[in-house]
C-alpha cells in the first residue's frame, strides 16, 4: 500500500477549518496527519485544535520510543513496592480517552508502535495483559501524526495513514493570516452537538463513492471518512443536510491526497450520438422540474466537478512516483547501516527483556527485576517471617536490619540487545566474450563507482566473475577499496558464459556471509546468454535451464538481489533470469558507466 501525498491547502482559512473538523469528530475522522516540520504554521495549527476541544479532552504528546508500558498500561512499580501487591497504572492511549494523541516524528515510528495505535483505533479500547495483570480500559481517540519526513518517499505507514481522514501539507504555508471568521470554540461545540443531525442525499452519497472509484481508490475507508468529512463540514456551518460544497471539500481533504490513478476525460462521442430530438413547441406547465433537467444536462455534473477539483489540486509529480513506485520493485536491502536486524549478546540496542541469569554477555535489568519481584513482595514477606518465626523479616518499608525488597533468583530479566548486521555487496560480473564485447568495460567502470559508494558506508564488498567455463571469486569480502580495484582491473574478459556457476558461487559467498551474521546484497551483470553448464561443458538449452536452476536456489535464500541487464538492448533471457531470483531488474541499453551506477545506486537506497 502507498502513503497517500497530503493536501496543500491554499490559505490558512483552509487549514485551520480543518482542525475545527477534527475538533468536532476526532474519533470519528480518525484525525490527520500534518506534513510539516516544526515551525510556525505547525505549532498554530496544533495551538488552534488545542483552543477548539473540550476544556476536559485530554491531549498528549507521544513520543516516538515511547515504551509498551507507557502505551499501554501495566504494572506501577512505585505503588506495587509501597503496598506490597500489584497495582497497575494507565497507559498513554487510556489517558487520552474521548481527546487526541499527537504523535511526533511519525514517519520514524516503530512498526509493532504503530500496530499498536493501530488496533487501539480500531477497537476504541486498550486491551494489556502483562507482569500478571489484566487491564482493560476505553480509549476512543484521534491522532494528530506529525510527519516530518525530508525526502519525498519519507511518510508514515500506510496502514495508520489510512484510518485518519485528513492529511495537510503545511510546509509551503507562509500566510498565516486569516479573515476573522474562522470557527470558535461555541460554533464546534454548537456542531458536535448537531453532527448526529446531519444528513445526506443518496445521490450525494453515489456522487462520493464514484468519485473515489474515478481516483482508483480501493480502500473502503476512504469514501466512508469522505461521508463523515461531508457531515462534519454541513455541521460547521451550521446545516442539517450535505449540500454540493460539502461535498467539495471532501474531496479536496480526503479523496484527492489518495488519488492512485488521474481519471481519464469522457471520450467525445457526440458523432456517434444520434441528434437530439426536437423540443415540443410549448412544454406542458406540468412538468418544470423534468425541463430543468433537460436544461442541466448541457453542464458538468457534481461528479465531474468534483473529480476536476480534486486533479487540479494535485500535488505536482504525485502521479509519477506512484508510477516509479510501481514500476520498480525496491526488494533489495538497503546498504549499509540499515542491514538486518540481528541477535546481539553486548552491544546494540535494547529490545526488551527475558528471564535469566546475568553473567557474561547477559546485561542485568534492574528495573525489570523489581518489575517482575514487586507483586510477590506481601507473599513473600509472609513466607519469610512464618520461616523465621519471631524473628521475620521487617515491614515493607524497611528498617535496619531488613531488605526493602525480596528478589529471588527467578525474578532476574536480563536486557536483549538487537544490532543492525554489516552489508556485504557481492558484485557478480559477467566476463564472457557476449558482454566483453559490449558492456564489459561500462560494468568495470560501474563497479568501481559502486565500490567508492560502499567504501564510504563502510560495507564490505565482494567481487565474483565467471567466463570460459568457471566462476571465481576474485575479492573475498573486504572493505579495501585498493585491493577491490586491483581485482576489478585484472578481470579479463572473453570465452563462454557459465552464468550457473557463478550464481552458484555467489550463493556459496552468500552462505558464508550470512554464517558470519553479515546481510549480503547481490548486484548481478549479465545479459543472461548462458552457453556453458555447471559441468563446464557447452549447449545454451542445458546452461539455460542449470542458471534457472541455480537461480532458484538462490532466490530460496530470501535475499535481496538486483539484476542489470548489460545487453546492448533488454533481453527477454535477462528479465526472465531476474524473474527466477526474484530480483530487481535494470535495463540500460544506452548507458554508461555512471548511468549503470547511478540507477544501482537508485535502486538499493
Not at 546498504?335 to 553473567?359: D, F, I
Request: aromatic fraction near 2%.
Amino acid at each position: 500500500m502507498t502513503a497517500p501525498a497530503a493536501f496543500n491547502p491554499l490559505t490558512w482559512d483552509e487549514a485551520a477549518r480543518a482542525a475545527a473538523m477534527v475538533a468536532v469528530d476526532p474519533v470519528g475522522l480518525g484525525g490527520a496527519v500534518i506534513r510539516a516540520l516544526p515551525g510556525p504554521p505547525r505549532d498554530r495549527w496544533l495551538a488552534y485544535l488545542r483552543e477548539l476541544l473540550p476544556a476536559d479532552a485530554p491531549l498528549r504528546r507521544m513520543p516516538l520510543h515511547i515504551s509498551d508500558d507507557r502505551l499501554l498500561g501495566g504494572l506501577d512499580l512505585a505503588a506495587t513496592l509501597r503496598a506490597g501487591r500489584p497495582v497497575a497504572q494507565r497507559g498513554l492511549l487510556a489517558e487520552a480517552h474521548n481527546g487526541i494523541v499527537v504523535l511526533a516524528m511519525a514517519e520514524r515510528a516503530p512498526v509493532g508502535t504503530v500496530a499498536q495505535l493501530c488496533s487501539v483505533i480500531d477497537c476504541g479500547e486498550v486491551r494489556t495483559e502483562r507482569d500478571g495483570l489484566g487491564l482493560r480500559s476505553p480509549a476512543h481517540l484521534g491522532v494528530v501524526a506529525l510527519d516530518e519526513g525530508l525526502e519525498e518517499d519519507e511518510h508514515p505507514l500506510a496502514s495508520l495513514v489510512d484510518r485518519l481522514a485528513i492529511s495537510l501539507d503545511l510546509g509551503p504555508l507562509r500566510d498565516l493570516s486569516d479573515d476573522g471568521e474562522l470557527p470558535d470554540a461555541d460554533m464546534v461545540q454548537a456542531a458536535r452537538e448537531n453532527l448526529g443531525a446531519v444528513t445526506i442525499p443518496e445521490t450525494l452519497i453515489e456522487t462520493l463513492c464514484a468519485t473515489a472509484a474515478a481516483f482508483g481508490i480501493l480502500s473502503l475507508r476512504v469514501p466512508l471518512f469522505a461521508l463523515r468529512v461531508a457531515r462534519t463540514a454541513a455541521a460547521l456551518d451550521g446545516r442539517t443536510a450535505v449540500e454540493d460544497a460539502d461535498i467539495m471539500t471532501a474531496v479536496r481533504l480526503v479523496l484527492a491526497p489518495r488519488a492512485l490513478v488521474l481519471p481519464m476525460p469522457p471520450e467525445d462521442d457526440a458523432e456517434d450520438q444520434p441528434p437530439p430530438p426536437p423540443p415540443p413547441e410549448e412544454p406542458p406547465e406540468s412538468e418544470p422540474e423534468q425541463k430543468k433537467d433537460q436544461d442541466d444536462q448541457g453542464g458538468p455534473t457534481l461528479e465531474e466537478m468534483a473529480v476536476a477539483a480534486a486533479a487540479a489540486i494535485m500535488p505536482a509529480g504525485m502521479l509519477a512516483r506512484l508510477r516509479a513506485a510501481g514500476g520498480l520493485r525496491r526488494k533489495v536491502t538497503p546498504p549499509g547501516k540499515a542491514g538486518a536486524l540481528k541477535a546481539a549478546k553486548t552491544r546494540g540496542r535494547p529490545a526488551g527483556t527475558r528471564p535469566g541469569a546475568p553473567g557474561p554477555g547477559a546485561r542485568l535489568s534492574v528495573i525489570d527485576t523489581l518489575r517482575a519481584a514487586a507483586p510477590w513482595q506481601r507473599v513473600r514477606r509472609d513466607e519469610e517471617a512464618a520461616r523465621l518465626g519471631d524473628e521475620g523479616v521487617p515491614p515493607a518499608e524497611g528498617g535496619p536490619a531488613g531488605p526493602r525488597v525480596l528478589v529471588r533468583p527467578d525474578d532476574f530479566r536480563v536486557t536483549r540487545l538487537r544490532q543492525r548486521a554489516q552489508t556485504t555487496t557481492i558484485f557478480v560480473v559477467d566476463a564472457s566474450g557476449s558482454s566483453a564485447l559490449h558492456r564489459l568495460a561500462e560494468a568495470k567502470g560501474a563497479v568501481e563507482l559502486l565500490l567508492a559508494d560502499c567504501y564510504v558506508r563502510r560495507d564490505q564488498v565482494a567481487l565474483v566473475a565467471f567466463r570460459g567455463a568457471r566462476a571465481d571469486v576474485l575479492l573475498p569480502p573486504t572493505r579495501s577499496l585498493v585491493r577491490a580495484k586491483r581485482s576489478l582491473q585484472r578481470l579479463p574478459g572473453g570465452g563462454g558464459t557459465p552464468l550457473a556457476s557463478g550464481l552458484d558461487a555467489a550463493t556459496a559467498l552468500a552462505e558464508l556471509c550470512q554464517r558470519r551474521g553479515e546481510t549480503p546484497v547481490l548486484v548481478v551483470l549479465t545479459d543472461g546468454r548462458a552457453n556453458v553448464g555447471r559441468d563446464g561443458t557447452g549447449g545454451r538449452a542445458k546452461a539455460e535451464a542449470d542458471a534457472q536452476s541455480a537461480a532458484r536456489a538462490l532466490r530460496a535464500m530470501g535475499l535481496g538481489v538486483l539484476l542489470v541487464d548489460t545487453a546492448p538492448r533488454p533481453d527477454p533471457r535477462a528479465r526472465k533470469l531476474a524473474e527466477e531470483l526474484d530480483a530487481c531488474y535494470l535495463a540500460l541499453p544506452h548507458a554508461d558507466a555512471m548511468a549503470i551506477s547511478q540507477g544501482v545506486r537508485a535502486a538499493m537506497t
